[in-house]
């Protein structure tokens, strides 16, 4: 189910910024560690963004 749908584009440095209502709605403040994921089977892959409290 999606909440929130939302577009950016990967910049030049390869660097995604993350909208301000995605940050808001995910509680992400600045500095935070994030933790990506690549998740979906063969051709069909999403990205999961999630709040981390600490590097494992």
Do not use: C, W, Y
């Not at 990967?10 to 808001?24: C, F, M, Y």
């Not at 560690?33 to 892959?45: D, H, N, Q, R």
């Amino acid at each position: 189910m999606t909440l929130i749908r939302t577009f950016s584009k990967v910049d030049k440095e390869g660097k995604i910024k993350l909208p301000g209502n995605i940050q808001r709605a995910a509680n992400l403040k600045e500095g935070q560690l994030v933790e990506l994921k690549i998740v979906g089977a063969s051709k069909k892959k999403n990205i999961l963004v999630s709040a981390r409290e600490s590097a494992r």
